[in-house]
């Protein structure tokens, strides 16, 4: 995840892009990553900033959340 300041007007409006490992990390308890992002997840909930993502990274996101992190099956594919 990443967060930009925007300006609009004389408001500036927090804006947080949310990734595929952002999805994935907040899902999975065993992720590196999950404890920085529950501490994101929690700073979002209090400050409220404007959420996007695009349909690619839903996708990618549901089909690793509903698939696992299967590298080593895949690998052969490569």
Known sequence: ???SSIGHG?????????????FYALEDASDRYRRE???I???CL????????TDHVI????TLIC???????LSWAW
Do not use: C, K, Y
Not at 46 to 53: A, E, K
């Open 59 to 62: 996708d990618e996101s549901i």
């Open 1 to 3: 995840m990443t967060a």
């Open 67 to 73: 698939h696992g992190n299967q590298t080593d099956e």
């Open 46 to 53: 209090r400050q409220r900033p404007r959420l996007f993502t």
């Open 10 to 22: 004389t408001e500036s409006f927090p804006r947080v892009f949310v990734d595929t490992s952002a």
């Open 37 to 39: 992002a529950r501490l």
């Open 41 to 43: 997840q929690r700073w």
